[in-house]
Structures are given as structure tokens and as C-alpha cells.
């Protein structure tokens, strides 16, 4: 069943939806509202203004697709791979990662509220010109992470790996961190730390 329910404005509502593999294809205006998607390969395709609002998406694979201007609310997607995927300029409310795998992911130019990213790899990805507020990543690898010229409000980095981590020095008074991760953070303003008491 090829794209069954992947295609230009369609709308579902109330949907348990599995095993659905679709491939290099392009589609746009796909809804899915209290829904359960489970084991859904969408891989390398393009689709524009996809909305998720109180649905699950879980066990499945989004590698190097693009989801431009998208819109996800009070859902949650958990033990899913999605190395590689573009939110580029899409809305993210009230919605949780699980133990999701998403390497050298684009949130550029993307709202980001209320989101928790709990035991997710996020190394080598990109928040540039993003807005974060109240999101916090727990246990996460942040390896890497670019959040160069973004809008940081009530951030938790805490339990975190932030080696290599790219942030502008403006936004770290709206970062909560770990005593260890402080410095990190003190190297990236230059300060040298002296653990010999004598001196």
C-alpha cells in the first residue's frame, strides 16, 4: 500500500496507522490529529506543512526528510530515527522526544516551546536562528550542537554531553546547567580556572 495516507492534503483523525514505507516522494498539507503512527518510514522525501497535534509517532524511521514549516503540538515521538531531518521553520509545542536518534537534525529558523528531548542524540545538529523556550534535554548528546544566533528562554542542559557545543555568550543567563558543564561554559568566555587552593 503505497502512500496511503501520505498525500497532498489529506486529514486524519483518530488513526492507528502502521508499516507504512514510502520512499524519495514529495507530498504537502498532511494532518494527523489523536492518531498513533507506528513503524512509519518516510525516507528521503520532502514534505511541507505537516501537522501533528495530540498524536504518537513511535518506532520509525524520518531519515534525511525534509518537514519545512510543519507543526507539531502535544504529541510525542519516541524510539524513532530521524538522522538528518529538516524541521527548517516549523513549530514545535508541548511535545516530547523519547530516546529518539537525531544526529545532524535542522531546527533552523524553528519555534520550539514547552519541548523536552529526553535520551536523544542530537550530535552535529543545528538550532541556529531558532527560538527556544522552556525546553529542556535530559540525558542527551549534544556533541557538536550549534545554537549560534538563537533566541534561548528557560533552556536545561543538565545530565547532557555539550562537548563541542556552540552558543552565543548573551544567552547563557537563560541556561540552567550542571556545576561540571560550568566549565565548559567558562572556557567558551575564556576564563581560566585555578583548582590549586595554595594559590
Do not use: W
Not at 26 to 32: E, G, I, L, T
Not at 172 to 189: C, H, N
Amino acid at each position: 500500500m503505497k502512500n496511503a495516507y501520505f498525500k497532498n492534503d489529506a486529514v486524519h483523525q483518530g488513526c492507528n496507522i502502521k508499516d507504512i514505507i514510502i520512499n524519495s516522494e514529495v507530498f504537502a498539507d498532511v494532518s494527523f490529529e489523536d492518531s498513533l503512527l507506528t513503524n512509519i518510514r518516510i525516507l528521503q522525501s520532502n514534505a511541507v506543512r505537516i501537522a501533528f497535534v495530540n498524536s504518537v509517532l513511535e518506532r520509525s524511521d524520518f531519515s534525511n526528510s525534509r518537514l519545512e514549516k510543519s507543526f507539531f503540538r502535544d504529541s510525542q515521538i519516541t524510539n524513532s530515527k530521524v538522522t538528518g531531518i529538516n524541521f527548517n521553520e516549523s513549530k514545535l509545542r508541548n511535545t516530547n522526544f523519547i530516546n529518539n536518534k537525531m544526529d545532524l537534525s535542522n531546527f533552523s529558523c524553528t519555534n520550539l516551546e514547552n519541548i523536552e528531548f529526553k535520551e536523544c542524540i542530537l550530535t552535529d545538529s543545528v538550532f541556529q536562528q531558532a527560538k527556544l523556550k522552556k525546553v529542556s534535554f535530559v540525558d542527551c548528546d549534544l556533541k557538536n550542537v550549534d545554537f549560534s544566533g538563537a533566541v534561548l528562554k528557560e533552556i536545561d542542559l543538565r545530565g547532557s554531553n555539550i562537548t563541542g557545543l556552540r552558543i552565543d555568550t548573551f544567552n547563557f543567563k537563560e541556561v540552567t546547567i550542571s556545576p561540571i558543564q560550568a566549565l565548559y561554559f567558562a572556557e567558551l568566555l575564556g576564563l581560566k580556572i585555578n583548582f590549586d587552593s595554595s594559590l
